[in-house]
């Protein structure tokens, strides 16, 4: 069950790969801010801590918090 969420989260947040690089144009973090919007922020928040309006329906796993530098650093790109 994990690694299927595990593998939605990554099949959302790939097409967000490119907006993150140094070299990212504007147009692409302004897309990238869109997708997070559309996609993420439901669960994840608006600033990424979990706590979406969508989060407090989730059982058994809660969304986890992207500004968690320790756990994000974990996790491979």
């Given at each position: 069950?994990?690694?299927?969420?595990?593998?939605l989260?990554?099949?959302?947040?790939?097409?967000?790969?490119?907006?993150?690089?140094?070299?990212?144009?504007?147009?692409?973090?302004?897309?990238?801010?869109?997708n997070?919007?559309n996609?993420?922020?439901v669960?994840?928040?608006?600033?990424?801590k979990?706590?979406g309006?969508?989060?407090?329906?989730?059982?058994?796993?809660?969304p986890r918090?992207?500004t968690?530098?320790?756990?994000?650093?974990?996790?491979?790109?």
């Amino acid at each position: 069950m994990r690694s299927t969420k595990s593998l939605l989260c990554a099949l959302i947040l790939l097409p967000l790969m490119p907006a993150l690089g140094v070299a990212a144009e504007k147009a692409d973090l302004k897309a990238a801010k869109k997708n997070y919007d559309n996609l993420c922020a439901v669960c994840h928040g608006t600033t990424g801590k979990g706590a979406g309006p969508a989060a407090a329906a989730l059982n058994a796993t809660k969304p986890r918090d992207l500004t968690d530098c320790k756990m994000m650093v974990a996790d491979s790109d």
